[in-house]
């Protein structure tokens, strides 16, 4: 049993409960070839769990005759490597909160390119999707940092400078590339076209659409592009619709390949790529998911609210965004991986039996947050944390850890709990920041993290976090059993780009002060202030 289209011809996958596409193979990637409809930017494994398998149900349910293509602008070897050697198909292992898993060979991707210039048949493959009419949708999902075209200090990155000095001919930075796509639709008459973010951030549509403008400008000032290219990008012809995506997605799983393999599905063992990607022709995931996006769509659409998609205006699609991000999982996923490595975690399953922690993230999500999240209507935010608490977290089949969540913090902070806190401070019905206690502990938990030190005085390696080595830098004199002063943390504690606001100027430094004091008490302070504060 391989992963191929002829392979797929034996009937030791039904016998085995594998769910096989219900659809034509050679059919769908034909007609897609002759008139792409959907184009996939991120080759990652959110985009193999969710959006290919919608798009295979879409086709199992003979409601749509095109598959997706997708192509990766980062790191080619997932390409190389998970996709092309398996016919450009994925086995989907969904693992349920009761411990059965529903394995799905996802059929739906038909054609897998290299977005870079350099790869020329790749390159001119994606110029000719670009101006093809058909053409309704481009999506991404490229992380957060993909949308960054300048560092910290406000320079642009090496390879956009080159690319705004060079022109739209062979562009090396992922914006650069998208940018360069769309002057090719322009040109072949300005077609109407969507380009939609599915990154798991705030108002990403806004994001995208704003760095595209960016960059086009810098090359019309250039002399690379004319006016009339910004005109068209800034026209209801292309539409930036905002999205929230949910679906929690690790690195494919031991055991997982173990059970797969043990069934007689060969070839499936992960690689690491030289860009640091852990990729396997498999991919595992949790059974719920959601995808909100907004309905504005100039060369229509895919008729995707028939397997659950939530089309909405933007400011729903918002709302249910903010209501996510900001109260319901992401605060609540932080504090668990900023504890769970400070106790010792290695799954947040695992976590959520913690008595503590459950009271922590309840508390947060409950009690902090419910009282000022505005209700999108179409998704009830209770009923949502509660799956998330009871279904989601505790689900034991899902091989996340604490560590993998605490990745990026110093970027995080800031909408997963500053926004909450602006709004006890803008609230007019008797809120007040004295209320708050979980988001003062989790931001003291943060800085006792960031010591690098566990509850057993063991040390531990702090999760990769681009402003680690800076924040670190200001805590360089605190260890175990050190009494700190408001003033000395004062320079992290103001910082906005952290939290999203001044900590003094809302009233919760002295209160993160004084958590912070108690989890620095020697070992098991951690443990014991938790405990205290939460319960």
């Known amino acids: 049993m391989k992963l191929s289209y002829q392979s797929l011809q034996s009937p030791e996958w039904q016998e085995k409960g594998y769910q096989l596409p219900q659809f034509n193979l050679a059919e769908v990637a034909a007609k897609t070839k002759q008139e792409p409809m959907w184009l996939h930017l991120g080759a990652g494994n959110i985009f193999r769990a969710f959006l290919a398998n919608l798009q295979q149900r879409m086709l199992n349910q003979g409601l749509s005759q095109q598959g997706i293509i997708v192509a990766e602008g980062f790191d080619y070897e997932i390409i190389e490597k998970a996709y092309r050697p398996y016919d450009n198909l994925s086995l989907f292992a969904k693992l349920k909160n009761d411990h059965s898993v529903d394995k799905i060979v996802v059929g739906s991707v038909v054609e897998s390119l290299r977005m870079d210039p350099s790869f020329e048949e790749d390159f001119a493959r994606l110029k000719a999707i670009f101006v093809a009419p058909s053409l309704q949708m481009v999506s991404l999902t490229i992380t957060e940092k993909g949308y960054l075209i300048k560092g910290l200090d406000g320079e642009y990155y090496p390879a956009v400078k080159a690319d705004f000095e060079n022109g739209t001919a062979k562009p090396q930075s992922y914006i650069g590339k998208i940018v360069a796509l769309l002057a090719e639709r322009f040109q072949a008459g300005a077609l109407p076209l969507a380009v939609v973010s599915m990154d798991n951030m705030s108002k990403n549509g806004e994001k995208l659409q704003k760095v595209i403008l960016e960059f086009a ?195 995080k902070l800031a909408i997963r709990f500053g926004e909450t806190v602006k709004s006890y401070v803008k609230a007019k019905a008797g809120k007040s920041t004295d209320e708050l206690v979980a988001i003062p502990l989790i931001f003291a938990g943060w800085l006792r993290y960031l010591l690098a030190v566990d509850d057993n005085s063991q040390a531990f390696e702090n999760s990769p976090d681009p402003r680690l080595d800076e924040v670190k830098a200001k805590l360089a004199n605190i260890t175990l059993g050190s009494v700190v002063s408001a003033e000395q943390l004062q320079p992290i504690l103001s910082d906005k780009t952290i939290f999203g606001v001044d900590l003094y100027e809302v009233g919760l430094a002295n209160k993160v002060v004084q958590y912070f004091n108690e989890l620095l008490a020697g070992a098991g302070a951690v443990r014991a202030t938790l405990h205290q504060y939460v319960n």
């Open 217 to 411: 400008e810098q090359w019309q000032k250039s002399g690379h592009i004319s006016q009339d290219f910004i005109d068209y990008l800034q026209s209801d012809k292309v539409s930036f619709p905002w999205s929230m995506i949910d679906k929690i997605t690790p690195r494919p799983d031991a055991d997982v390949q173990a059970q797969l393999t043990g069934e007689g599905v060969e070839d499936l063992a992960p690689v690491v790529t030289s860009k640091n990607t852990y990729v396997a022709p498999f991919v595992n995931a949790e059974e719920l998911e959601y995808l909100a996006v907004e309905d504005n769509f100039p060369n229509g659409r895919p008729v995707l609210e028939k397997v659950g998609v939530i089309f909405a205006n933007r400011d729903t699609v918002n709302q249910i965004e903010t209501m996510k991000v900001t109260t319901c999982l992401n605060p609540l996923h932080t504090g668990l991986a900023i504890f769970g490595c400070l106790l010792g975690f290695t799954k947040i399953s695992t976590e959520v039996q913690d008595p503590d922690l459950l009271a922590l993230i309840k508390k947060l999500g409950y009690q902090e947050g419910l009282p000022v999240v505005i209700d999108p209507k179409l998704i009830n935010p209770k009923q949502f944390i509660d799956e998330v608490i009871n279904i989601r977290f505790s689900n034991d089949f899902i091989p996340d850890t604490p560590q993998r969540i605490a990745t990026d913090t110093s970027q």
